[in-house]
């Protein structure tokens, strides 16, 4: 997991997703009500293997790795989810603010920076962003909400208005801290 989603879960969520393997998958065969078919559905396997799961013919920590991050992307759409939709609808009432050190560049057109370079910055995430941010956190996607959050800060720092905004492309990552709040 990454410095974001840790980020995101650390600030929104109030339990932390089971630690172990054996435990998501108790987690998301209880939300299933013990259902192995959907189960099975959710993880891409066979119902047979969920049922090998769950009687402890198989070892659901010695499984392949793909099946162990679609198991905690599962798990993690259905974390808290009261929690979720309460921190959804205050951040959109209040605002979210990101705050953060990390390497920043930007390309536009012709112009481009030499390289990235650190910057600090602390800046209010656009509105129309904050649903696609809990549903990326909700969803486990480290990628899109880095993109989210780097096109948020884009808005806020890096763009002006005129012809040349839609042109500007922002670089964000080797995030160094990163913590988000309300405003």
Known sequence: ????????????????L?????????????????NTAKVAERLGVSRRTVQRYVS?????AKTKAEILDRLTQEVSKDHQ?????????????????IETRASFGFKSGER??????????????????IPQVFEAMRAGDEDKLNELLGQGLAE???????PDAAALDVEFGDIDYIELDLR
């Open 81 to 97: 989810p009261r929690v979720t939709a309460r921190a959804v609808k205050e951040a959109q009432q209040r605002g979210m603010t």
């Open 112 to 129: 481009t920076t030499d390289d990235p370079r650190m910057r600090r910055l602390t800046e209010d995430v656009p509105d129309h962003l």
């Open 156 to 162: 806020e720092y890096f763009r002006t208005s005129g």
């Open 56 to 60: 402890g013919e198989r070892n659901i």
């Open 1 to 16: 997991m990454g410095k974001l989603l840790d980020a995101m879960r650390s600030r929104f969520l109030t339990r932390d």
């Open 18 to 34: 089971p630690k172990t393997a054996k435990g998501q998958f108790n987690a998301l065969m209880r939300k299933e009500d013990g």
